[in-house]
């Protein structure tokens, strides 16, 4: 359904839970190196649970790398200093959200590329930012309620009897 990109990510565990998020919305996900963890991290899979059969990984050695392998890309920059709120983006099937290290977000150079294309998930001035896999979900849920949640169960399967009194 969407791409969701992590530029250099440091925590193996946030890592693990975007992948989760990942495999529960059928969204790829792709990782630029440097990783601050080896792929095999046991806190990577533990944090991913057994969905990890569900999720395609894609893992390039630079940025430029991705663009090259899909030119035709419609990007999304998640950064604390867009101006545009990320509900004012528009969301279509296989866009890429992007989303930088914990430590330090997005590349400054890259923001100013594409200033259009940068959002902002709202937050208190005083906040740094929110946890990385928490500010990827935000995202990929903005982007699939958009797209009234394509593909997706929305109602869950409850057993009759333990409702009835």
Known sequence: ???IVLVEP???QNTGNIA???AA???DLHLIKPLGFEISDKYLKRAGLD???LVNVYVYESFDELCKKYP???FRFFTTKARKRHTDADYREGDFLVFGKETKGLDEE???AHPDECVRIPMLGEARSLNLSNAA??????ALRQNDFAGLESVGKLHEHKWQK
């Open 1 to 3: 359904m969407f791409n």
């Open 10 to 12: 440091e925590i193996p």
């Open 137 to 142: 979900a935000v995202a990929v849920y903005e």
């Open 110 to 112: 890259l923001l100013l």
């Open 20 to 22: 989760r998020t990942c």
């Open 51 to 53: 969905y990890w059969h």
């Open 72 to 74: 035709d890309a419609r």
């Open 25 to 27: 919305t059928k969204c």
